[in-house]
C-alpha cells in the first residue's frame, strides 16, 4: 500500500526539480539583507510572498529549497547510473570468467570496501576539489562496488543454468551470452539496488555539501542550506529545519518505493 504514496513523493519531488524555474517564486541567488532571517509567513514579521521565510542573507528559502531538489536528484541519479554500468559490467567478468578476473575486481571490491564511504569521499573531495562534476566522480569511485557484488552473486548461479549451457553448445560467444541470456534474468535486483542507493547518495551528496566540499555557492543545495542555518538553530530555526525535512521527505520517499520495488519482484522477502 506504501508504493504507490512512496512514487508520489518520488514523481512530485522529481516534477519541482524539472519545473524549478516556473515554481520557484524568486531568484534563488537574489540576496535581500533587509530581510535577513525573515520568518516564515504564519509567524511574526512572516511575509506570504516569502512563504518559508529567509536565510542569513536575505535569500528566499522556498525558492532555494525547489532548486536545491534539481542539484540532489540530478546527483543521485547520474551517480547510481554511472556506478551501476560499471558494477554491472564488473560483476558480470567477475562471475562469468572466474579465475584471475574474479581474483582482480573482488580483490578491489573488497579493498573499497574497507574503507568508511563519507571518509572515502572527503579525502578524495579534499584533493580534487569542491564542483558538482567531482562529487560525481568522488561517490561513483567507489558506489560502484554494490551493484558490482549483487551481480557477481547472480551471475554465479545463472552461468551453471540450463539456458546457459544451451547457448554454449549451439556456440554463442561470452559477450551474447552475458548481455543476452545471463543480463537479462538477473536484472531485477540491479533495479532494486540501484533505486535504493539513489538515496543514500543523496545523503552522502548533502553530506559533503554540509562539509563545504560538494556544492558550492551560489548554487543551492539542501546539505548547505542545513549548514548556513546552523549558527542560528535558536533564532532562526527554519533556514536549517526545511532543507532538513526535504532531504528526509525525499529519502523516506525513495527508500519506501524501493522497498516496495523488492517486495513486489520477491514476494517472500520479509526484511
Not at 5 to 20: E, P, R, T
Not at 23 to 35: S, V, Y
Not at 126 to 153: C, D, F, H, Q, T
Request: proline content about 6%.
Amino acid at each position: 500500500m506504501s508504493f504507490p504514496f512512496a512514487m508520489a513523493g518520488v514523481v512530485a519531488f522529481v516534477l519541482i526539480a524539472v519545473f524549478a524555474p516556473w515554481l520557484a517564486p524568486h531568484d534563488p541567488a537574489a540576496a535581500d539583507l533587509f530581510r535577513r532571517l525573515q520568518p516564515p509567513f504564519w509567524l511574526e514579521g512572516g511575509d506570504l510572498s516569502y512563504p518559508l521565510g529567509c536565510d542569513a542573507l536575505g535569500r528566499d528559502i522556498l525558492s532555494r529549497l525547489i532548486f536545491g531538489a534539481r542539484v540532489s536528484i540530478f546527483i543521485g541519479i547520474v551517480v547510481v547510473a554511472l556506478a551501476t554500468l560499471i558494477g554491472v559490467l564488473a560483476g558480470l567478468a567477475a562471475g562469468y570468467f572466474g579465475s584471475w578476473v574474479d581474483t582482480v575486481i573482488s580483490g578491489l571490491v573488497d579493498i573499497l570496501l574497507g574503507f568508511p564511504y563519507l571518509i572515502f569521499a572527503i579525502g578524495l573531495m579534499a584533493m580534487m576539489g569542491p564542483g558538482i562534476g567531482n562529487i560525481v566522480l568522488v561517490l561513483a569511485y567507489k558506489e560502484w562496488v554494490i551493484p558490482s557484488r549483487v551481480v557477481r552473486g547472480e551471475t554465479l548461479a545463472a552461468r551453471e543454468m540450463d539456458y546457459v549451457e544451451a547457448a554454449r553448445s549451439l556456440g554463442a560467444s561470452s559477450i551474447f551470452i552475458l548481455l543476452r541470456e545471463i543480463l537479462p534474468n538477473i536484472i531485477t535486483p540491479v533495479i532494486v539496488v540501484a533505486t535504493l542507493r539513489i538515496a543514500q547518495v543523496i545523503i552522502l551528496e548533502a553530506s559533503l555539501s554540509f562539509l563545504g566540499l560538494g556544492v558550492q555557492p551560489p548554487t543551492p543545495s539542501w546539505g548547505a542550506m542545513v549548514a548556513d542555518g546552523r549558527s542560528f538553530m535558536l533564532d532562526a530555526w527554519w533556514v536549517s529545519t526545511f532543507p532538513g525535512l526535504a532531504i528526509m521527505l525525499l529519502v523516506l520517499a525513495i527508500n519506501l518505493a524501493g522497498q516496495s520495488l523488492r517486495h513486489g519482484f520477491d514476494p517472500r522477502s520479509t526484511t
